[in-house]
């Protein structure tokens, strides 16, 4: 397995299948073609063979010199648990180290308790929002109305 930064050309590789990858939930409108275009250098790749088993979509806030932030994950679904995700991650902290950033931040829905779960084992806290879904704080309406949203923030620092 190998990691290397996004191209623009992997969109149409990984955007066919990032429903499949989700087990059917629609996702791939969350992901359009720009982030392959304009963050390659804070984005990445796992493949295998050849064959991509996993990506990791991220940037540098352009309002927060601090932080960076994680946009999308994916995993081939025959290729979980075996610690993809976490080297995606650990290239990405690292990218982020280099640029002199201080927090991670990254989103999940509440029904996502995959997402949820692998965040907070991480080391990622979940901000305060406005209300509690089962047990986990959650800002509601955040990406528009219905669409509650769990805020995390990861602190490189400590």
Do not use: C
Request: aromatic share 14%.
């Amino acid at each position: 397995m190998k990691i290397r930064n996004v191209t623009s050309s992997d969109y149409d590789i990984i955007s066919p299948v990032i429903n499949e990858w989700w087990g059917g939930r629609q996702m791939a409108h969350m992901l359009p073609k720009v982030f392959f275009v304009h963050f390659n250098d804070t984005s990445f790749i796992m493949e295998q063979k050849g064959e991509i088993i996993g990506f990791l979509i991220g940037f540098f806030s352009q309002s927060d010199q601090d932080v960076a932030y994680i946009h999308f994950v994916g995993v081939h679904p025959d290729y979980r648990k075996q610690h993809i995700g976490k080297q995606l991650y650990s290239a990405f902290f690292n990218e982020a180290e280099k640029n002199g950033k201080k927090f991670i931040r990254a989103l999940t829905s509440p029904v996502n308790k995959t997402s949820i779960a692998y965040h907070t084992k991480s080391g990622f806290a979940i901000e305060q929002g406005d209300k509690e879904v089962d047990g986990v704080s959650v800002f509601t309406d955040y990406d528009g109305e219905g669409q509650d949203r769990v805020l995390f923030v990861k602190d490189l620092l400590n």
